[in-house]
């Protein structure tokens, strides 16, 4: 693993001070580390809390810090993360969550974070349930891994368009990258599509897609300017998909459950999906849990290379995102 492999991704988060105990052990208390957390202590979040943007960077030796575009947390803090939380609410589903600290440059807390996998509830109780450091990777690995959803159709080497449920590691893939490829390995899970973890809709025709697109919301679509319509300087933009929601064309499908497949080639590469160019699964610290044990030994026993995520084409810098029209501008500017 090098240094290339390095990734930032968002992640919608809580500060501790706003998920306190409400009735039980602690009561009073902020949101601690494992050693703190007292099963069955019912918390609450704050009224009028919104989630914020922590800026997460996975680095090539496994270790985290905070990004420097990000709402919570000091830019180039060091991060751990600690513990996976099961909270039960007053109605409705349990809710998976995952507590970070932030440490200072003397290895002391500095901040924790709280990063639920479904939206919470203001002012409504959450039982805690359980708290594990054991599952935590794995589910931050299930937050972060870039996924397509069922039926969703993938275009192979001939030309055709297989639905990706259909798909087989050997099958001959059309990257638009590196020609054809071969598909090492397909993954498969089964996510509560709300929160950090509900897929974001691309209509048939928004992007000159022939169906209706639906990926993982930070799925980075390749996207091609005939023009530079955005001021990017070049023709080729990275976009995550939920940079591109507009209420309208492109939107966020809250609600019921969701079924997301992972592609993994021996190299991160661009690929086809309804027509439109979206990356594969990319391997770094965060996504590797992920895998099969079994397949990340045989990966690491072949040492094979892996593109750095940007080689594909820019990621676009937030503010050149934030405008009302940019969907149909980046359609118009891809047709002429």
Not at 24 to 29: L, S, Y
Request: with cysteine.
């Amino acid at each position: 693993m090098t240094e290339a492999r390095t990734a930032t991704r968002s992640i919608p988060a809580y500060p501790a001070e706003a998920f306190r105990v409400e009735t039980g052990a602690n009561a009073g208390d902020a949101l601690g580390v494992l050693e703190d957390l007292v099963l069955d202590d019912v918390y609450a979040l704050a009224g009028k809390t919104p989630a914020r943007r922590l800026s997460l960077v996975s680095h090539a030796d496994g270790r985290f810090s905070v990004g420097s575009d990000t709402e919570l947390g000091r830019p180039g803090a060091a991060l751990h993360l600690d513990c996976a939380l099961t909270l039960m609410p007053e109605a409705g589903p349990n809710v998976d969550a995952l507590v970070m600290v932030e440490v200072d440059g003397d290895g002391m807390i500095a901040g924790i974070t709280l990063l639920p996998l479904a939206p919470l509830t203001p002012e409504t109780g959450y039982t805690l349930l359980s708290a594990e450091r054991s599952g935590a990777r794995a589910r931050l690995a299930q937050m972060a891994a870039v996924s397509f959803t069922r039926g969703t159709h993938i275009t192979l080497a001939t030309g055709a368009q297989r639905p990706i449920e259909d798909l087989h590691p050997g099958d001959r893939i059309l990257t638009r990258d590196d020609g054809v490829q071969e598909l090492r390995w397909i993954g498969q899970t089964t996510s509560r599509a709300t929160g950090a973890m509900a897929p974001i809709l691309i209509r048939k025709g928004t992007l000159n897609n022939a169906r209706d697109l639906l990926v993982s919301p930070d799925h980075r679509l390749m996207l091609y300017q005939r023009h530079d319509a955005l001021g990017a300087g070049t023709p080729e933009l990275l976009i995550p998909a939920r940079h591109l929601v507009n209420g309208d064309s492109v939107v966020v499908q809250d609600g019921g459950f969701v079924d997301y497949f992972q592609l993994l080639f021996d190299r991160h590469h661009i690929v086809y999906a309804e027509g439109i160019a979206a990356e594969s699964l990319f391997l770094d610290p965060v996504t590797e849990p992920a895998l099969p044990p079994e397949l990340l030994e045989r990966l690491a026993e072949a040492s094979l290379p892996h593109q750095r995520r940007d080689s594909h084409g820019l990621d676009v810098p937030r503010p050149l995102l934030d405008r009302p029209d940019l969907v149909e501008l980046l359609k118009r500017a891809s047709l002429r």
